[in-house]
């Protein structure tokens, strides 16, 4: 469990504000993730990165930015123009070819 | 790219019955398959997983086994306790590209 982290645990939004979640590894893993989790449905991507300053779009980037300037830390903007951002966010890393691990969650709400 | 289904979507068993998920790849570049556990409002965590070089694993009352040939592979709990009620993810990856692609869950009730 310990090793990847996610910050603030809850977040508000007021429409028409960017946002950006923190999440931070000291794993020493390459590659890391962002996930959205809607309520009672599966993870879908968003962005990742396998190494330092790259990244790909995932399924579902518009409205996303991210950044990946320390292998440590990948964090997550959510622009204004991303209209339902309402959710539960998780960020992931993984070594090599072995399992992601999760962080903890930033959930999401726009007031 | 890679297309992962899952089923059944909700799982609802007696305490100390089987359960079994079931989920079916499309990809056959894909080699490693992981199941997660997500209790309501935490982090998925990682309970077993398996290799294509591998057709079956367990450990303690949980195994997976992978049928390559037609492409799925299947969690199986057996003696159920409450403690195991919680949504269950599968997933697959071909470890070029490095993206996961998740099943949609299965939300899986033990019933003392």
């Known amino acids: 469990d310990g090793g990847i982290t996610q910050s603030p645990k809850y977040l508000f939004r007021k429409e028409g504000q960017n946002v950006t979640l923190s999440c931070e590894q000291n794993?020493?893993?390459?590659?890391m993730y962002w996930y959205r989790q809607d309520p009672g449905q599966g993870l879908r991507l968003i962005y990742y990165?396998?190494?330092?300053?790259?990244?790909q779009k995932g399924d579902i980037a518009e409205g996303y930015s991210v950044s990946r300037e320390k292998k440590e830390s990948f964090p997550l903007t959510v622009t204004s123009a991303q209209k339902n951002p309402t959710a539960f966010y998780l960020c992931a890393s993984r070594y090599r070819d072995n399992e992601q691990f999760f962080g903890p969650g930033t959930r999401l709400t726009v007031l | 790219g890679e297309n992962v289904e899952q089923h059944p979507s909700t799982l609802s068993v007696q305490e100390g019955d089987s359960a079994v998920i079931k989920c079916t790849y499309s990809d056959s570049a894909s080699n490693y398959f992981p199941w997660y556990k997500q209790e309501l409002g935490k982090r998925p965590q990682l309970i077993i997983d398996i290799r294509s070089n591998v057709g079956e694993k367990k450990d303690q009352r949980i195994a997976v086994t992978l049928n390559k040939t037609a492409k799925h592979f299947s969690l199986h709990i057996t003696e159920t306790q409450p403690e195991d009620s919680a949504v269950y993810f599968c997933?697959?990856?071909?470890?070029?590209?490095?993206?996961?692609?998740f099943g949609t869950g299965t939300s899986l009730t033990v019933i003392p």
């Open positions: 794993l020493n893993h390459d590659a």
């Open positions: 997933a697959a990856t071909a470890n070029t590209g490095n993206q996961f692609y």
């Open positions: 990165s396998q190494i330092v300053n790259d990244f």
